[in-house]
């Protein structure tokens, strides 16, 4: 007996040959490791805007290359609201390719560009189908970019409420950004499940007010084909290089990092010692924190050196030349996957000791933590990695290795059947009662 497979369409707000955030890549993997599982066919939808540009007469656009992707067309977008004005190519494009396909379940690895309204649309033209939605960062609970950190002194926020969040951004009223909760709660709850990277994250969506019972913790899974090795060392040399890897912005810390760099004692630094960083969009950032950032390299002299933006694929042969990675962020971070990366590779890492960082990152296991914005602290965690000789290689033991994307589609897998299993379970007392 053949069965039919399951039919599952995996969201996202991007697609990696236009962008290449870690959402775009996680929700991607998902993708090809499900169509990598018996069983199962996996169709991916990504949001595309401006500079791509559009069909004439329609939202969707095909990416040749690719089997089973299609492109979104979507810029009329309120990010107060997290809403696509462009109603109407929802109901007519969007809603075009899930009924094609009718999947079993829609996976939201992400709503921004797309709306909210996707959501909606999708539960009422299929009220059977199961709709996950992934969580990357605070976007639903903060107008800040989802950081959860104050405009005004960079301080982080620890609780949302219409009044914090008025304070943020005195030219909205309370009442306004009460209406923007009810309106982002009120759609996310359409969805059955919401799944986390972290289980940070999840505290924070449950403080906001979601269901906790809907929640599931699984990280995002990795397509790397081999870890690579060590960096060669010189007789008597030192595990002295530092990497940095992600977009330079001021939730990053980078600041904070090029501070205690340049405040090492010599001695200590020595000639060996580099902060390698890499990646790029300083010339995007205000102009004052350009100014600052440029401030601090010359500081820094020659002990910190840019090697501009990467590219995800480059990643391996980037790591060969460090021993460290450093994540500096001043914002809580989820799950950034350069964590995996890391990990993977058997780097031990220092990162700010609060949010996904520090749950992922376990100080004196498999890194060490620092107090978050703090150059002070983070200057004697770089002494000890630099004067410890045995430090490095206790940390590389502690390292588990992260999942790959087929195990990570695997979870995804079995938490789909548990969804619709659960459900159905609660449907069928109700249909006796209605018998």
Not at 395 to 421: M, T, V, W
């Amino acid at each position: 007996m053949t069965y039919d497979p399951l039919r599952i369409l995996v969201v996202s707000h991007g697609h990696p040959s236009f962008s290449l955030g870690g959402a775009e890549i996680a929700s991607y993997n998902l993708h090809k490791g499900l169509n990598q599982t018996d069983g199962v066919s996996s169709r991916f939808i990504a949001r595309v805007g401006r500079p791509v540009v559009r069909h004439e007469g329609t939202a969707l656009l095909s990416l040749r290359q690719k089997e089973g992707e299609i492109l979104y067309h979507a810029d009329d977008y309120d990010h107060f609201f997290l809403s696509n004005h462009n109603t109407e190519e929802i109901e007519r494009d969007f809603l075009r390719v899930v009924l094609d396909l009718k999947p079993d379940v829609i996976h939201f690895h992400h709503f921004i560009g797309l709306g909210l309204e996707c959501i909606y649309a999708v539960r009422r033209a299929l009220p059977d189908t199961v709709i996950v939605v992934t969580f990357h960062e605070f976007l639903a609970i903060c107008h800040h970019h989802g950081q959860m950190v104050k405009t005004k002194n960079t301080n982080l926020c620890r609780q949302s409420s219409p009044a914090d969040c008025n304070a943020c951004f005195p030219d909205i009223s309370p009442a306004r950004f009460l209406r923007r909760e009810h309106f982002v709660r009120g759609l996310l709850q359409v969805a059955d499940h919401f799944v986390s990277p972290s289980q940070f994250l999840v505290d924070r969506y449950v403080d906001w007010g979601l269901d906790r019972s809907k929640f599931t913790v699984i990280e995002n899974g990795l397509d790397i084909a081999a870890p690579v090795a060590p960096r060669p060392l010189a007789p008597e040399g030192r595990r002295a290089r530092f990497g940095y890897f992600g977009q330079i912005t001021s939730f990053k810390g980078v600041d904070v990092l090029l501070d205690a760099v340049a405040r090492i004692p010599e001695a200590i630094w020595g000639d060996d010692a580099q902060l390698m960083i890499f990646g790029g969009n300083l010339d995007r950032q205000p102009k004052a924190y350009q100014e600052k950032i440029e401030s601090l390299v010359a500081q820094a002299g020659p002990r910190a050196r840019f090697y501009g933006a990467y590219q995800n694929n480059e990643m391996p042969r980037l790591m060969r030349s460090i021993d460290w990675t450093i994540i500096p962020s001043i914002w809580w971070e989820n799950s950034p996957i350069v964590i995996q990366e890391s990990f993977f590779h058997g780097r031990p890492m220092i990162c700010s000791n609060i949010g996904g960082m520090a749950e992922k990152i376990t100080d004196g296991v498999d890194g060490l933590h620092f107090r978050v914005g703090s150059s002070e602290d983070l200057i004697d965690r770089m002494v000890e990695a630099l004067t410890d000789t045995t430090l490095w290689d206790r940390l590389r033991a502690g390292i588990s290795i992260p999942i790959n994307f087929r195990e990570c589609a695997k979870q995804h897998l079995d938490l789909y059947y548990s969804i619709a299993a659960n459900r159905d379970a609660a449907s069928a007392p109700r249909s006796a009662r209605s018998a």
